[in-house]
């Protein structure tokens, strides 16, 4: 005699099923929807990861002649980014220090704090890092120049919008680039060029920004369900291009967990300073303490809008929209000016409001003041005199001729 099926257990078990379903399609699709603490395989507690990129480095032959040596991670460092993964926060925090900053490397007295590695390897460069910011660094990440091309072209490009015309010959790395402003999809050798590239007046801290442009756009393809697909290959080149002191498990948690943080709780900042007088760019101690406590969490300032420095950028089909909108903002009391507009391939049709310096406080009030359009930039990619930028597009074109 045959028993009744038992429908509760069925039903339970088609729950089970379809939560484990719903679940996987979520995690792949949309991880930003499920808590960092239940994402499978993603990080759990808060760390500090420091990311170097190393210039190009030479073996001397003899006679004068010299080759490039293309797995090396002896030279100085390009680029220099301390990253603040937290689960606590849900929360991706970018700190880009110039290669030009002036540091007191440890045993070496003051210079330049690209040559940490150059001089003492990683462990030297970390210490300098942790020192100058007063933090600890977890974990570290270098990345040979040329690992850089091989993974961009894995990826099969990487998506960015090239903000001025970009042309020039880098003998140093045998590298040709010649962009035009506007969106491209840069191979392996154009992404190289990109990032290095530093020939306008603001020398390395337009690289930096520059920088922080293309790590945007990677996340943004990281983003997408298609590039995980890659992720065994990818970690065949950083077996030979990459040197850290994280296992695969620990690198897989922490691109699980990067890749699920929401935009508006990542954030990418410049090193707040100015220039010395030898170029060099020169920090204060204060401004310093009040970035790294913004990386680590603490949110403990008010926006004022008195004390709020706006820069104008007109990236709209208005001519004289820029001026408009400082019309508009002056008159809520914000100090104001407007800067030369970049040559731009075509319009923008929204509004980028940049945070420059770590201060969403700051964005999220003019944000609110323009009415709530266009969007905000956690990335120190406008007016480095500024606290914000606002990269004004066509959408602002009705709210400041209605205020009339």
Known sequence: MRSS??????????????????????????????????????????????LLGVDVVYTDLGARKKKIDQVAFTGRTDTIMVCR???YRNALSILSIPRDTQASIPG????????????????????TVSEMLGIPIDHYVVLNVHGLVELVNELGGITVMVPKKMKYMDWT??????????????????????????????GDIGRVQRQQLFMHAVMDKALQPESWSHLPQLMVIGQQYIETDMSPSEIVEMA???????????????LPGTFAGNG????????????????????FVNA?????????????????????????????????????SEKRSQPSKRTR???????????????????????????SVGDIQSSITVMAGDDLESLVTESK
């Open 5 to 50: 099926p038992n429908w509760f257990l069925i039903f339970l078990a088609a729950i089970i099923v379809g939560a484990i379903i719903g679940y996987t399609v979520t995690l792949i699709y949309k991880p930003t929807l499920i808590p960092p603490q239940f994402r499978v395989g993603s990080l759990r507690d808060p760390e500090t990861v420091l």
């Open 85 to 87: 993964l937290d689960p």
């Open 108 to 127: 070496h007295g003051q210079q330049k704090i690209n040559g940490a590695n150059a001089i003492g390897g990683v462990e030297l460069a970390r210490q």
């Open 173 to 202: 790395a045998k590298l040709k680039i010649d962009l035009e402003p506007g969106p491209h999809t840069l191979t392996g050798n154009q992404a190289m060029g990109f990032v290095r590239f530093r020939h306008d007046a603001l």
């Open 256 to 270: 699980t967990f990067a890749r699920a943080v929401p935009k508006p709780n990542q954030s990418m900042v410049l």
């Open 280 to 299: 060099d760019w020169a920090t204060s101690k204060a401004d310093i303490r009040r970035m790294v406590a913004r990386l680590m969490g603490s949110s």
């Open 304 to 340: 004022d809008r008195p004390d709020v420095r706006i820069s104008i950028v007109n990236e709209s089909s208005f001519p004289q929209l820029a001026q408009k909108v400082a019309r508009f903002l002056r008159a809520k009391g914000y100090p104001v000016n407007v800067k030369p």
């Open 353 to 379: 409001i940049v945070a420059q310096r770590a201060n969403p406080e700051d964005a999220e009030l003019v944000l609110g003041d323009l009415g709530h359009h266009g969007e905000i930039v956690n990335a």
